[in-house]
Structure formats: structure tokens, C-alpha cells
């Protein structure tokens, strides 16, 4: 073994070489079909921008090499998500200027876009709306049930305007019981959801008023809810 050193390394050293060459095709090939997938990505995303009020924001794919010769499994890009939220405002990374209401809209954007796209059956959105109201809080809505034509959708929400437009409505509360927190999970249909919903609009107390607002909502979400589907 000693004695055949050189040349067992030499064959390691050639089979390395190849697999580097062979390496550097692949992630050129990757890279080419990347820059092009963003600049579809990029379109879409601001199309949803521009449907949940986000108009006049500009949202980039930036994609660097990484330094000469280090590779990961992804191949020799750097890729971050790049966005200007106003008119005038330079390009910044998006964990790094989006307010909370943005981030939730942005977030949506992209959920509604890789849903289509990578054959994902069910979605979770946990306060996606955080931060908004509206006729923002409108277009979310809205956008979840165009989702939730081709994905189930479990949404947590705060807004009844949200509310409103789901399929099947669940309560969720916190109750001490013996000096332990208990959380708990009801049905909400019929007239309990109308109570309900006036809730969500009006705080604790309801009121004839919340009450004809939220049966309101409610039939305006099931008109537009046929239109989606």
C-alpha cells in the first residue's frame, strides 16, 4: 500500500478533478435556470403586490456567485429576496425594511405563487394578516380563498373580514380550569358565527348594528367566494 502511494492518490486526485468539472457544469446550468425562474418570480410576486395594495412596491431576486470555488447543495449562488416598499427607496434586503403588515402581504404573495407550483395539498397561515386593516384586510381575505380553491387553508386570524370568507369557522379559546389552562376548539355555524363575527368586529358587547354588519359580511364573502371558483 505504501509503495502504490503516489499513484492511488494521483487516481483520487483525477477522480476529484472530474467531479469538480462535472460540479462547475451543473451549478452553471442551475445558475442560468435560476436568473431565469426569478425573473418570472419576480413578475408574479408583483402582480400579487399589486392585488393586495402593495402597488407601488419593487421586489428583486438578487442572486451573487459564491467566492470562486465553494459550492452547497443549491450550487454557487447566494440568493436573497430584495424589495422597496415606496416610490424612491432603494432595493434592501426584505427581513430588513418590511413593516409587519408588508412582511404578512409579501409572505401571502409568495405562498399564493409556490402553491401552484410545488403541488402543496395543505397551507398554514398563522396571523398572515398581522397588521393590516381594510380594505387591505379585504384583499387578504380574498387572496387566502382564491388559495383555498386548489389547497386546504388553515388560517388563524383576528379579522372577521378574513373570518368571514372561510369554508368551515372554528373558535378557539383559553379557559383556567383547577388552576390549568385549557384550550379549547368549537364549531362555529349558523347563527353562533354571525354572533361571532360581530364579536370580532365590536370587542365584547353586540349590538343589532354588529349584528346586521356581520351577517352582511357574511353574505358578501359567499358572493365572492363564487367568483373564485
Known sequence: ?????????????????????????????????????????????????EQLHMGKATFKVEIKPKPAGLFDANGFDDVSFQISTNIGEPLKPLVKVASGGELSRIMLALKTIFSKHQGITSLIFDEVDTGVSGRVAQAIAEKI????????????????????MADQHYLIKKNVEDDRTRTSIQDVIDSERIEELSRMLSGAEITPLTLKHADELLTLASERKKTFR
Open 1 to 49: 500500500s505504501l509503495l502504490s502511494r503516489d499513484e492511488r492518490l494521483s487516481v483520487a486526485q483525477e477522480k476529484l478533478d472530474h467531479l469538480y468539472q462535472d460540479l462547475q457544469l451543473e451549478a452553471a446550468e442551475l445558475s442560468i435556470i435560476r436568473q431565469t425562474t426569478a425573473s418570472r418570480l419576480e413578475q408574479a410576486i408583483m402582480e400579487q403586490l
Open 145 to 164: 380563498a382564491m388559495i383555498a380553491t386548489h389547497s386546504q387553508v388553515l388560517c388563524i386570524s383576528h379579522l372577521p373580514q378574513v373570518a368571514a
